[in-house]
């Protein structure tokens, strides 16, 4: 199948969407992609519901506008490479809220008007049926890892740092497959840049290379219970919100931020099953030298962006949802015990055709 896979992370960046055909299984052609920066004011008003417990008028608005810019990056990707027919479009939608402890996760999006509004079936809603059956909802890119990585050797790891950073662990068997939140990804730096130096990002890390790691705070932060915890786990993208370096300057913060999302990668490694021999990084977070270089010091073996590999590490995630899409369309699992602790492999997703006239 043709399928786009559209993407906003918790970065709150904008949409990533890619054009992969595959059956969704061992078929894996990827295709053209394009990022859409969200408008600065949607942005705002997209922070401003993060978090939220209960349906308001602003909500609904947001999820509306939500839709729309998702149909027009669709409509893009098609306009500019010159795309045919496509049979499908997966749709992550924006998580607002994430608490699977608490039966609840919650994804901002209206599959059915972005069916209409493309006249594509979409496939959305992707996380719900793991959490009500007792999964942690996230992560659920592992099985597009492990599809991605079938003829190299293992074990390897792929970390992706997105707002929030999670790894997958992908052993010699079919069944061999560990993944979970790892901690913060780029959110708190992002949100640190925007509070102290009035930018979005850190770019490539340059302010963060330019400043002093307080090891105290980054003690502190590796105190946290999350760390204790044994995986299957996942994180809400504010979880880790009250770690604010606020006695800090703009690049020691910056610093210091990037120092905890590479400490609790390095963590990471006392729940995996065999230590992997090669990590492969996807993400925004490939981007920023003071991630990789910490990554790279602290794994001690090779650390190597996806791109490596001839793939798209900004498109990556986009990819994968249309590859779920398909999964889904065909009612095979999405996630698995050792990915989401979910008690039994589990498929998702709901799927809306445009109107029919």
Request: proline share 7%.
């Amino acid at each position: 199948m043709r399928v786009i896979g559209l993407m906003s992370g918790t970065s709150l960046d904008g949409i990533d969407a890619a054009l992969i055909e595959t059956d969704g299984v061992d078929l894996v052609r990827t295709g053209p992609s394009l990022t859409q920066p969200y408008p600065a004011d949607f942005r705002e008003a997209l922070r401003g519901i993060l978090g939220a417990m209960e349906p308001s008028d602003a909500i609904h608005a947001v999820e509306r506008r939500l839709t729309e810019l998702h149909a027009e990056a669709v409509m893009e990707l098609r306009r500019r490479h010159g795309l045919g027919e496509i049979d499908l479009i997966g749709f992550h939608g924006h998580t607002i809220l994430h608490r699977p402890h608490e039966g609840r996760t919650w994804q901002i999006g209206d599959g059915a008007l972005l069916a209409r509004l493309t006249g594509v079936p979409v496939v959305s809603d992707f996380r719900t049926a793991d959490v009500a059956a007792g999964g942690e909802g996230a992560p659920l890119v592992p099985v597009y890892h492990r599809a991605l990585v079938a003829l190299l050797p293992k074990p390897l790891a792929i970390l992706n740092i997105g707002g929030v950073a999670n790894v997958t662990w992908i052993g010699e068997g079919k069944d061999d497959l560990v993944a979970f939140d790892t901690g913060p990804g780029n959110a708190p730096i992002d949100d640190w840049m925007r509070a102290k130096a009035g930018v979005g990002y850190d770019d490539g890390g340059k302010t963060a290379l330019g400043g002093r790691i307080d090891q105290d705070f980054v003690a502190r932060f590796l105190d946290h219970a999350f760390f204790a915890r044994r995986p299957p786990k996942s994180l809400d993208r504010d979880d880790f919100a009250q770690f604010r370096p606020d006695h800090l300057n703009a690049a020691d913060g910056a610093a210091t931020l990037a120092a905890c999302t590479v400490a609790s990668a390095l963590a990471s490694r006392r729940h995996l099953p065999a230590a992997p021999g090669r990590w492969l990084i996807t993400g925004g977070g490939r981007h920023n030298r003071a991630l990789m270089n910490g990554l790279a010091a602290g794994f001690n073996v090779p650390v190597e962006p996806v791109d490596v590999m001839g793939w798209d590490g900004d498109a990556l995630e986009a990819q994968a949802f249309g590859y779920l899409a398909v999964r889904s369309m065909n009612g095979l699992p999405l996630s698995f015990p050792g990915t989401t602790k979910v008690p039994k492999p589990q498929t998702g997703g709901r799927l809306d055709r445009p109107p029919v006239f």
